[in-house]
C-alpha cells in the first residue's frame, strides 16, 4: 500500500483545485499510522479515510502515464478538463501552470502526478480492495471501460461495459495495454507492456 | 344495467381534474425533452449561420468542427461523414485554407478510404461511411501530403472525426496552445 500523495510526486505548487478538493476531502495513508492520517472534526470524532492504491512511482518509471498519455489523453477523449479520467500529456491536455505551460516540454512530473490522482480517484474504494486483496482488478471501472462493449459479440462474458472510446484493451494478460494496467494494479509492473501498448497505435 | 353512480366513482375527484393543465404542461415538457441533447444543440447553435456567399455544401463552414452536424444524430445526417476537416496554408490567423492536400487515413483495423480525400477550394475534406474500405474504426493516424510537403499528426484521433473539435484558430485555446488549425 501506498500513499496517495507521496512527496516525490508532490509539484512545488498547488496542482489545481481538483487536487485541493482531494486533499481536503481525503485523508489518506497505511493503516499502520492512522493517526497521522486522520482529521479529529469537532462533535464527531477521529474521521478517517484510508485507502490503498498502486504504486505512484512505477506509474511513471514502467510507463503507465503513457500508455494513458498515448491511448487514451487525446483532445477528444480524456485529454479533456471536464473528464473523470483527465490525462494530461505532451500531445494532449497541459496543465496549466505559472507563467504559461511550454506545450514542447515533455509531460511533466506535476502532470503526471495529477494523472495518477484523476486515476485513482475514480473509485477509491473498490481500487483499495483491489489492492489490498490482489483480486479482480478487471472489476474496475478502469478496466471495464477500456475493453468496451460490443453488443455483437460472440463471447459477452469477455465484454466490460459501454465506452464512447471504444475497446481499447482486451480481456487477458496476451493483451500488452491489460497487461500494463492490471499489472501495475496487482503491484507487478510490466514496463515492456506498457510500451508495447503505449506504441499499439 | 349500469348506474350512473358507476360512472361517477370512475371519474377523478374535482381536486385532480385543476390539477389537468398542469398535468398536461409537464407531459408537454417532458415529451418535447425527451428527445433532444441540451448541450448537443448548444454546439450546433455555436456554429452559427452559414457565412454570406456561401451555399451549404462542400464549400461551407470552413474551420467548423463537420462530424458535429454530418452524423447519425446531427442536423445534416442525410450526410454523415467519419471524418471532416479544413486544412490551412499555415498556422497564421489570417491564412488561407490549403486546397488539392492529399489526406492519408488509416484506422486501427488497418484500413483506409478507398481513395485518399483531397481538399477541395476551401481547404475542406470529407470522408463519408461507404468510402471507407470496410468499417471505419477508431482511433485513426492521420497525415497530409501536398507535393514535397507531408506532416503527419504526432497523436492519433481517438473518437471523434472532426478535426476542429481540437485543431481551432490561434488563440482559441489557451491550454493546448501547440494545436491550431490544420496546415502544412
Known amino acids: ?55 505512484p512511482g512505477t506509474f511513471k518509471s514502467a510507463g503507465v502515464t503513457t500508455f494513458l498519455e498515448r491511448r487514451c489523453g487525446t483532445l477528444d477523449c480524456h485529454g479533456q478538463k471536464g ?11 497541459r ?17 503526471i502526478a495529477s494523472n495518477f490522482r484523476s486515476l485513482v480517484s475514480l473509485e477509491p474504494e473498490e481500487l483499495s480492495r483491489v ?7 478487471d ?51 510490466d514496463p515492456d507492456a506498457c510500451t508495447a501498448a503505449a506504441n499499439a497505435y | 344495467m349500469i348506474s350512473k353512480s358507476f360512472f361517477s366513482r370512475l371519474a ?25 441533447d441540451p448541450v448537443f444543440d448548444a454546439q450546433v447553435e455555436a456554429l452559427g449561420d452559414e457565412a454570406p456567399g456561401i451555399a451549404e455544401g462542400p464549400l461551407h463552414r470552413g474551420g467548423q468542427p463537420c462530424v458535429l452536424c454530418h452524423s447519425k444524430y446531427g442536423p445534416a445526417s442525410d450526410h454523415v461523414f467519419v471524418v471532416g476537416g479544413t486544412i490551412y496554408e499555415s498556422a497564421d490567423a ?34 463519408r461511411p461507404g468510402d471507407w474500405s470496410g468499417v471505419p474504426r477508431f482511433p485513426m493516424r492521420v497525415a497530409i501530403a501536398r507535393g514535397s510537403q507531408s ?21 482559441k485555446r489557451a491550454e493546448v496552445t501547440n494545436i491550431v488549425w490544420v496546415h502544412l
Open chain 1, 131 to 137: 489492492v489490498r486483496t490482489g483480486q479482480n482488478a
Open chain 2, 12 to 36: 377523478p375527484p374535482p381536486g385532480l381534474l385543476r390539477l389537468a393543465p398542469l398535468f398536461g404542461f409537464l407531459l408537454l415538457a417532458g415529451a418535447s425533452s425527451s428527445c433532444t
Open chain 1, 1 to 55: 500500500m501506498t500513499r496517495l500523495f507521496p512527496n516525490r510526486l508532490q509539484g512545488k505548487r498547488p496542482i489545481g483545485a481538483l487536487a485541493a478538493t482531494l486533499l481536503a476531502s481525503f485523508w489518506i495513508g497505511c493503516a499502520s499510522s492512522p493517526s497521522e492520517d486522520c482529521e479529529r472534526i469537532p462533535n464527531f470524532g477521529l474521521r478517517c479515510t484510508v485507502i490503498a492504491v498502486p504504486d
Open chain 1, 139 to 189: 472489476r474496475l471501472l478502469l478496466i471495464q471501460k477500456a475493453i468496451g462493449y460490443d453488443p455483437d459479440s460472440p463471447i459477452p462474458e469477455q465484454e466490460g461495459v459501454q465506452h464512447k472510446g471504444g475497446r481499447v484493451i482486451n480481456r487477458g494478460f496476451s493483451d500488452e495495454g491489460y497487461r500494463c494496467l492490471v499489472s501495475w494494479i496487482g503491484n507487478k509492473p
Open chain 1, 83 to 93: 473528464r473523470a479520467l483527465r490525462v494530461y500529456g505532451l500531445n494532449g491536455l
Open chain 1, 95 to 111: 496543465a496549466p501552470r505559472e507563467g504559461g505551460v511550454d506545450t514542447a516540454a515533455p509531460t511533466t512530473d506535476e502532470e
Open chain 2, 94 to 127: 489570417k491564412t488561407l485554407p490549403a486546397a488539392g492536400v492529399e489526406v492519408l487515413i488509416v484506422d486501427s483495423g488497418g484500413n483506409s478510404p478507398a481513395t485518399n480525400p483531397v481538399t477541395n477550394e476551401k481547404g475542406n475534406f470529407f470522408v
Open chain 2, 151 to 171: 506532416l503527419a499528426m504526432a497523436s492519433h484521433i481517438g473518437r471523434d472525426g472532426s478535426c476542429a473539435t481540437c485543431h481551432r484558430a490561434p488563440g
